[in-house]
């Protein structure tokens, strides 16, 4: 079973940039996509960003597209989400997510 734990999260100014990671404790995390989802409050959890096993491979949200990026190293087992250029409908709970798995979550507040 895979357990996830997300850091980074925090309270930034409009315009500015976070980075969350994601560590996972099973060895077998390499051979899986990760996802990373938000959940604003009264709002369903949405898709945020996927990345295939090997990295390749990644998708966004429209909402997201060309201000996040998603990456992966496997080696430190760990996902990232860099989020640039935040706005203040990007406030949410962020979580990461391997197949069943999920992190707890880390609050993201985009706020003057």
């Known amino acids: 079973q895979v357990q996830l734990v997300e850091s980074g999260g925090g309270l930034v100014q409009p315009g500015g940039s976070l980075r969350l990671s994601c560590a996972a404790s099973a060895f077998t995390f390499n051979y899986y996509a990760a996802n990373w989802y938000r959940q604003a409050p009264g709002k369903e959890r949405e898709l945020v960003a996927r990345i295939a096993s090997g990295g390749g491979g990644t998708s966004y949200a429209d909402s997201v597209r060309g201000r996040f990026t998603i990456s992966r190293d496997n080696v430190k087992k760990t996902v990232y989400l860099q989020m640039n250029s935040l706005k203040p409908e990007d406030t949410a709970v962020y979580f990461c997510?391997?197949?069943?798995?999920w992190g707890q979550g880390t609050q993201v507040t985009v706020s003057s």
């Open positions: 997510n391997v197949l069943s798995a």
